[in-house]
């Protein structure tokens, strides 16, 4: 009798796909993902804009890097450049990543949480470089702290996701 539980308990290969089968594919969280992985080019996008269009619409661009700007700083126009190209490298590995996503590649988590910790780091040692650029101004204000934070709950919630989750293993095999 008891041989006869263990053996009705033993998975047969077919009842361990069934349960696989059930993990696969966009669901459960994973909506959420594919959500945010959808809006996040057209977040840095707009982003990218509102930050870099009053620089370059403006005088601004030559206060800061002109020698005879009253903003002049020698590290602005490198800061800057440097902010402009890892924003375009988001937009483009956001795009990217959706690619990823869709087509259900292994190379999707890598990604993911490369942009995910790249960006909270890049936001944090941009905030110090301009801080030792301009000391007298607070960078680190509510802005700055309010998206280092948001981006360590997105990272303390996503990271161990992407990682432990059986969907998202189930899901990203190709």
Do not use: C
């Amino acid at each position: 009798m008891e041989e006869a539980k263990q053996q009705n308990q033993i998975e047969t290969p077919e009842a361990k796909n069934s349960v696989n089968n059930d993990l696969v594919g966009i669901k459960g969280w994973l909506i959420l993902v594919a959500i945010g992985v959808v809006i996040s080019p057209f977040r840095v996008f707009i982003e990218s804009i509102n930050t870099f269009k009053p620089i370059f619409t403006t005088e601004m661009w030559q206060r800061l890097t002109s020698q005879f700007g009253d903003m002049y700083h020698p590290l602005w126009e490198p800061l800057l450049i440097i902010e402009m190209a890892f924003n375009a490298a988001l937009f483009l590995a956001s795009l990217y990543l959706i690619v990823l996503f869709f087509k259900h590649k292994k190379a999707f988590v890598s990604w993911y949480l490369a942009i995910l910790f790249g960006g909270l780091a890049f936001i944090a040692l941009d905030a110090y470089a301009v801080s030792l650029i301009v000391p007298d101004v607070n960078v680190f204000d509510d802005e700055v702290r309010t998206m280092i934070i948001r981006g360590l709950i997105q990272a303390v919630i996503w990271g161990p996701y992407m990682l432990l989750s059986k969907r998202v293993k189930a899901t990203f095999v190709k």
